[in-house]
């Protein structure tokens, strides 16, 4: 979610704009039956149908409402199309998936198609376990290499030892794309007479006059984790700024962890939470139950991803629930983080990697991206044709989508940084938030992991 000399001219996550503006000459290969070529010495064999009788086991963190909605239908019309071949899904939670997947890929009987976390935490150390093969020649087959924007490429990348991201081999595709942003009840900020939050000054100020009525400002509950890094997250860009962010992440320059940026955010969360911004108990909370509290209108706020807006759309309704990204001052681009989902990868050790490499093409090809959309979820390769109702969260989010990524203000997500960052910061988070921590020792504790593994490389 570093090598010192690489990726300086752009953030990792960024999407080329012609991409965005131009996804059909973006869609990867949609006719497996037709190969393009190939660069390996064994021939990829593309038409699972000859594979004969398959049993393809793959494993997702797709547990929420859109994702899970598209990756059903999805896997229903491939095994449509392809009756000899039966999907034996394996669907976890992003925590759950962390603490079982590198067991399972380990194990007698290992999935043959898995979604990768990217960074050194799950992605590096999958390669460096040679438990991931690379899908270069699968690339090359299917169109990957020219319909993924190269910055998307790279951040599935590794070196064949695992110890050097965004270069060397090919490990992966994302099929959705990700930007962390702000929900907001339009009925609750209306009420309150509050206006869309456009910057972090206009966020704050909202939530004091949320607090003031009576309401809860921000549902959250960081009891899986991950949802600290995105709220700390969003915070730091606007504290930080893009350039430190990146620097820190990709172990470039001299950026460090204990600088005033970071400081700062560390500093503004721990404000929140004695304000009581934040769903008191938020460390025993689930994102689960803080969405369905936001959901149920008892907050003004959620942060959270994209991921969410089919769960929010469908128990609020498209147009009752709004998203937007926050920026450092006002006519400043947004900033925050994003980029694409985890990447789908085909295991070392699959019986069928033609097969699996088949059914991620059927996943990320443009029928794929179109099922996703339509199920109300962010492609990370928008159709030309996807045009989300005006006045809805999906129109919301394609316009911020555009908006952050087009004038580079994507990025990445923090526990890409080092092996063990993902550790070290969810748990500080929950420190700092919970007043254990001071914000210069949140600092310290972020930079020793950095150094140690700065030092290690």
Same mark, same amino acid.
């Given at each position: 979610?570093?090598?010192?000399?690489?990726?300086?001219?752009?953030?990792?996550?960024?999407?080329?704009?012609?991409?965005?503006?131009?996804?059909?000459?973006?869609?990867?290969?949609?006719?497996?039956?037709?190969?393009?070529?190939?660069?390996?010495?064994?021939?990829?064999?593309?038409?699972?149908?000859?594979?004969?009788?398959?049993?393809?086991?793959?494993?997702?963190?797709?547990?929420?409402?859109?994702?899970?909605?598209?990756?059903?239908?999805?896997?229903?019309?491939?095994?449509?199309?392809?009756?000899?071949?039966?999907?034996?899904?394996?669907?976890?939670?992003?925590?759950?998936?962390?603490?079982?997947?590198?067991?399972?890929?380990?194990?007698?009987?290992?999935?043959?198609?898995?979604?990768?976390?990217?960074?050194?935490?799950?992605?590096?150390?999958?390669?460096?376990?040679?438990?991931?093969?690379?899908?270069?020649?699968?690339?090359?087959?299917?169109?990957?290499?020219?319909?993924?924007?190269?910055?998307?490429?790279?951040?599935?990348?590794?070196?064949?030892?695992?110890?050097?991201?965004?270069?060397?081999?090919?490990?992966?595709?994302?099929?959705?794309?990700?930007?962390?942003?702000?929900?907001?009840?339009?009925?609750?900020?209306?009420?309150?007479?509050?206006?869309?939050?456009?910057?972090?000054?206009? %966020?704050?100020?909202?939530?004091?006059?949320?607090?003031?009525?009576?309401?809860?400002?921000?549902?959250?509950?960081?009891?899986?984790?991950?949802?600290?890094?995105?709220?700390?997250?969003?915070?730091?860009?606007?504290?930080?700024?893009?350039?430190?962010?990146?620097?820190?992440?990709?172990?470039?320059?001299?950026?460090?962890?204990?600088?005033?940026?970071?400081?700062?955010?560390?500093?503004?969360?721990?404000?929140?939470?004695?304000?009581?911004?934040?769903?008191?108990?938020?460390?025993?909370?689930?994102?689960?139950?803080?969405?369905?509290?936001?959901?149920?209108?008892?907050?003004?706020?959620?942060?959270?991803?994209?991921?969410?807006?089919?769960?929010?759309?469908?128990?609020?309704?498209?147009?009752?629930?709004? %998203?937007?990204?926050?920026?450092?001052?006002?006519?400043?681009?947004?900033?925050?983080?994003?980029?694409?989902?985890?990447?789908?990868?085909?295991?070392?050790?699959?019986?069928?990697?033609?097969?699996?490499?088949?059914?991620?093409?059927?996943?990320?090809?443009?029928?794929?991206?179109?099922?996703?959309?339509?199920?109300?979820?962010?492609?990370?390769?928008?159709?030309?044709?996807?045009?989300?109702?005006?006045?809805?969260?999906?129109?919301?989010?394609?316009?911020?989508?555009?908006?952050?990524?087009?004038?580079?203000?994507?990025?990445?997500?923090?526990?890409?940084?080092?092996?063990?960052?993902?550790?070290?910061?969810?748990?500080?988070?929950?420190?700092?938030?919970?007043?254990?921590?001071?914000?210069?020792?949140?600092?310290?504790?972020?930079?020793?992991?950095?150094?140690?593994?700065?030092?290690?490389?």
């Amino acid at each position: 979610m570093s090598d010192k000399t690489r990726y300086r001219r752009l953030a990792a996550a960024t999407l080329t704009a012609a991409c965005l503006t131009a996804a059909a000459a973006c869609a990867p290969g949609g006719d497996s039956g037709s190969p393009k070529g190939s660069d390996s010495a064994s021939p990829v064999s593309t038409d699972p149908a000859k594979a004969g009788k398959v049993t393809l086991t793959v494993w997702d963190q797709n547990t929420d409402a859109g994702t899970d909605a598209s990756t059903k239908a999805l896997n229903a019309a491939f095994m449509k199309k392809y009756p000899n071949v039966t999907i034996k899904r394996v669907s976890r939670s992003f925590s759950d998936l962390k603490t079982t997947l590198k067991l399972a890929l380990s194990s007698a009987n290992p999935p043959d198609a898995i979604q990768a976390n990217q960074g050194y935490p799950d992605m590096g150390a999958f390669v460096k376990a040679k438990l991931l093969q690379p899908v270069d020649r699968y690339a090359k087959v299917y169109g990957w290499s020219t319909a993924y924007p190269q910055q998307l490429l790279d951040l599935n990348k590794f070196s064949a030892d695992g110890k050097t991201w965004k270069t060397g081999n090919l490990y992966g595709v994302s099929q959705t794309g990700e930007i962390i942003g702000v929900y907001y009840n339009k009925a609750k900020l209306k009420s309150l007479g509050i206006a869309p939050p456009a910057t972090l000054a206009e %966020f704050q100020s909202a939530l004091a006059k949320a607090k003031a009525s009576g309401l809860l400002p921000v549902s959250y509950g960081d009891s899986d984790k991950s949802p600290g890094i995105h709220l700390f997250g969003v915070v730091q860009a606007l504290t930080a700024g893009k350039a430190e962010v990146r620097n820190l992440v990709f172990d470039q320059g001299k950026a460090k962890w204990t600088g005033s940026g970071t400081v700062k955010a560390a500093q503004v969360l721990q404000q929140w939470a004695k304000k009581g911004y934040l769903t008191p108990g938020f460390n025993g909370q689930s994102a689960d139950q803080a969405a369905s509290a936001f959901a149920a209108g008892k907050s003004a706020f959620l942060v959270d991803g994209t991921w969410q807006q089919a769960t929010l759309a469908q128990k609020m309704g498209a147009g009752k629930v709004g %998203f937007s990204t926050l920026a450092p001052s006002s006519g400043a681009t947004p900033l925050t983080q994003g980029g694409e989902g985890l990447a789908w990868a085909v295991t070392s050790k699959s019986r069928h990697p033609d097969v699996a490499a088949a059914y991620i093409n059927f996943l990320v090809d443009a029928g794929g991206m179109k099922a996703s959309a339509d199920k109300g979820n962010l492609p990370a390769l928008p159709p030309p044709s996807w045009k989300p109702a005006e006045g809805t969260v999906h129109a919301d989010i394609l316009k911020e989508w555009k908006a952050v990524s087009q004038k580079d203000g994507l990025l990445p997500y923090l526990d890409y940084t080092t092996p063990t960052f993902y550790d070290t910061l969810t748990a500080a988070v929950q420190e700092v938030t919970a007043g254990q921590l001071s914000p210069e020792k949140f600092g310290e504790k972020l930079q020793a992991d950095y150094s140690s593994f700065q030092q290690s490389r």
